[in-house]
């Protein structure tokens, strides 16, 4: 269907786009990449009476990397992620290039952005997942200035964040680098959203495993942190035989730990089953990360092993 | 309400200066206002892929753009590969390949195949099976349009020239 009737008002800095959210009010809406804006409005799920467009902010578009971590600015593409080629991103942050190709398709990632993504807030969405995982901070701009506000603070609900109305995201950091962490995930097609899509970051020091962290999306209605599960993640060796060991318990620990709904996509016991399956592989797969990375190579996952369960 | 906006847009090199509702998409602007019927339009919501053009160099969905957001922008479209009215080399290789049927998707088929040979010239197979699942056609099974997309790439980057 065609979108219903909107003014349009192109925004000419970050200001220029605050004063006009102010000036309209709850009835306009910000469009960035319109990957997810335009489908729901052709549905006349949304039906906003104003679009605000920040999509000539070039100040928004970019990653750069300080003492501060990973910035990503809120206009920043997918794509440009994916095609990352900055020694730094890739040395602290391999599994965000990595996982882009797991965001829909090529021309969705071309226009699509990380802050859309994040100020969307779909449970399923790899942006959602990753920030969880990552424990990464959302910078938001308001009438009076700037907030960080953690991830932990973030996703509130269904489509849900803690960003106010009358607030721009204008960046994503990632305040710690994650040499050691993998994304994966299970649709009935690729490129569709997933039906679990589970991630995992490992510490690893000086050949041991001292912690690390699990993300899940698709058994709630935010993306989730599984701490059972977390506390298992502990090995002297970073032996790929001890460590398979230690990520089967990790996923059954995760598997009883969550609590899924049934719907058309699939059951509770489906979903528990992925969550086993997904965060088994996404372990291995961020240990041989680690390995590549030590090793000094690029890290290599056969094609064909990312997408069955 | 919904005020008529001044937009310009370049298209296959030309520019052109519209006068659009905000909620005309681009792939209806390049379709009704600029004639440009080559882009074909599907499901409007993005799923189905028969609108993708270029976008600054990118495949982008013309449905999911609206005409004012592509102020200032490069679009090309499937008319750019035959100014002349001869097909280009991959056009000549989908129908070398049997790489269409009806013809429905087809547009959109080689404007994502453009825009991946030119950011990657040395594709392979694996690759352009992917960026290929893009797109939804119906009729070939996608084997054929694999095989097109692989030919022309290897024929523009022989092999010597790929790492
Ligand atoms: C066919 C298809 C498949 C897809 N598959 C996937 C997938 O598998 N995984 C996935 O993650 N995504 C998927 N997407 C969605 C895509 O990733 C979008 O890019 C993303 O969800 C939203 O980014 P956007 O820039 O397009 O935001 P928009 O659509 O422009 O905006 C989305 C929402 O966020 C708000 N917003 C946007 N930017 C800001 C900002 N800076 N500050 C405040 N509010 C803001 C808007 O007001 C709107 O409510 C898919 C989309 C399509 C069409
Ligand atoms: S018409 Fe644009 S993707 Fe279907
Ligand atoms: S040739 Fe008919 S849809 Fe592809």
Known sequence: MKPAPFDYRRARSVADALGLLAELGGEAKVIAGGQSLMPMMAFRLARPSHLVDIGGLGELRGLWVDDDGLHIGALTTHHQVETCTDPAVLAGWPVLPASMSWIGHLPIRTLGTVGGSVAHGDALAEWCLLTTLLDAVLVAEGADGRREIPVADFFLGFFTTALLPDELLVEVRFPAPAPHAALTEYAERHGDYAIVSAAVSLDLVDGSLRGGRIALGGVADAPVRVPEAEALLTAGTTHPDELGGVFAAAADAAAAAVDPGDDQHGSADYRRSLVRTLVQRAGVQASVAARAVDDDRPAAVPAGARRRP | ?163
């Open chain 2, 1 to 163: 309400m919904s005020e008529r906006q001044l937009v310009t847009l370049t298209v296959n090199g030309v520019e052109h200066e519209l006068l659009v509702e905000p909620r005309r998409t681009l792939v209806d602007a390049l379709r009704h206002d600029l004639r440009l019927t080559g882009t074909h339009v599907g499901c409007e919501h993005g799923v189905c892929g028969a609108c993708t053009v270029l976008v600054d160099g990118l495949p982008a969905r013309a449905c999911l753009m609206f005409a004012v957001q592509a102020e200032g922008r490069e679009i090309s479209t499937v008319e750019s590969l035959s100014p002349d009215g001869r097909l280009n080399d991959l056009q000549q290789s989908f129908v070398d390949h049997h790489g269409l049927q009806c013809g429905f998707c087809t547009p959109g088929m080689l404007m994502l195949a453009e825009g991946l040979l030119a950011e990657r010239p040395a594709a392979g197979r694996e690759e352009i099976r992917e960026v290929v699942a893009a797109n939804l056609c119906r009729c070939t099974g996608y084997q054929s349009i694999v095989d097109a997309v692989e030919a022309c790439a290897r024929a523009r980057c022989p092999q010597e020239e790929r790492s």
